[in-house]
């Protein structure tokens, strides 16, 4: 009997006979979505992983927080970069990483502190619409009232713009063939030339990702205006870097909107918008299109699914999903705010025709 219990114990001791007595082992669900979530940061290191790893860690949300925050340490600001992506998209669900963004822009390394600040604007909004039109103001700010709040200097004939996490402007002028980093007096601090520009984003890196509606290309390029990645395609409009490392590109000449990966790959297409000019990247997977002469704005699943058609009076140019689900489209000669069912909630009136749109 002793040597039987011993046995037994020995058993219990290797969790060999765990079943068989009708113990069962217990799982921590919250320990168990920590290890997934951290595998998934962990896989956003390996360009192969990258592309598959992003859009699951975004389905996890807020479950995911608690990872990317001790994720945040990191030292290497390419890392802090990518996980600044990521954040981003989240939005809301991120507003836990508000502190250590905030220590994080701090930082003595300015690369560091550059992906920090850059993130962290997106979770401090203070209602402001960036709104571009084909006017005398060109780039122009509306504060939550929707009045008219400032007017960006030396931005006429811009055809699309987006504020800085320092406060300047990012202006892409497509007559003068250039893009410009201005103040808000209208000093210059940084350009670059590029054929005819549609579309700017500054990266938390520090690069600027842009369109060449002529030049027929997406470039990325480093601080120093060098190019460090491009993708050719028929008449590019916009372009967003998403979490995964991919490119959003809407292709108004291909009448497509694309998302190309590091090595220029086509990863997943959109067709059945005409002549799409803007697409947005959506925390839930799902990707926001303007069509130009679709006069309409779609949202899309991965599968091509359209889950939210909204029709327009005129010709699209811009979408944005606002952080309380909104969606807010601009184009020709309208500004209109749609709630989450696409029914019109108000307009901007005071306006021409609205290529780009930005909130803050």
Same mark, same amino acid.
């Given at each position: 009997m002793e040597r039987m219990c011993v046995a037994? %114990? /020995?058993?219990? %001791? *290797? +969790?060999? *006979?765990? +079943?068989q007595i009708g113990v069962e082992r217990v799982v921590d669900p919250e320990k168990a979505l920590r290890k997934q979530a951290m595998r998934l940061i962990r896989a956003l290191e390996l360009p192969s992983k990258r592309a598959a790893a992003a859009p699951k860690l975004l389905l996890l949300g807020k479950k995911a927080m608690p990872s990317l925050i001790r994720a945040l340490d990191d030292p290497r600001p390419e890392v802090v970069s990518r996980l600044a992506l990521v954040l981003r998209i989240l939005g809301d669900d991120a507003q836990t990483a508000i502190p250590t963004l905030r220590r994080i822009a701090k930082d003595k390394d300015e690369k560091l502190a550059s992906a920090g600040r850059w993130a962290l604007a997106a979770f401090e909004p203070v209602g402001i619409t960036l709104v571009t039109e084909s006017g005398p103001r060109s780039a122009f700010e509306v504060n939550a009232k929707r009045e008219l709040s400032f007017t960006v200097p030396s931005s006429k004939n811009a055809f699309a713009a987006e504020r800085l996490p320092n406060g300047n402007y990012l202006v892409a002028i497509l007559n003068r063939n250039v893009v410009e980093e201005i103040d808000r007096k209208g000093k210059v601090h940084w350009k670059v030339g590029v054929k005819s520009p549609t579309s700017v984003?500054? %990266?938390?890196s520090g690069n600027t990702l842009i369109t060449a509606l002529v030049g027929k290309a997406v470039i990325e390029v480093d601080p120093k205006g060098k190019t460090v990645w491009a993708y050719e395609c028929?008449?590019?409009? /916009?372009?967003? &870097?998403? *979490?995964? +490392?991919?490119? %959003?590109?809407t292709s108004y000449g291909q009448s497509e909107t694309l998302e190309v990966t590091p090595d220029g790959e086509v990863a997943w297409s959109y067709k059945d918008l005409p002549g799409p000019l803007e697409a947005q990247r959506l925390s839930n997977g799902n990707t926001l299109i303007a069509g130009?002469? +679709? &006069? *309409?704005v779609h949202e899309v699943t991965r599968k091509g699914k359209v889950v939210l058609k909204i029709g327009l009076p005129g010709n699209a140019w811009s979408v944005r999903r606002l952080p309380n689900g909104d969606t807010l489209a601009g184009g020709a000669n309208f500004l209109i705010c749609?709630?989450?069912?696409g029914k019109e909630k108000w307009r901007y009136k005071k306006v021409k025709t609205v290529t780009c749109i930005r909130y803050y």
């Open positions: 037994l %114990l /020995s058993l219990l %001791l *290797a +969790g060999e *006979a765990v +079943g984003c500054r %990266l938390p028929k008449n590019p409009y /916009s372009a967003e &870097r998403l *979490a995964n +490392g991919n490119t %959003l590109i130009h002469t +679709g &006069r *309409a749609f709630d989450k069912k």
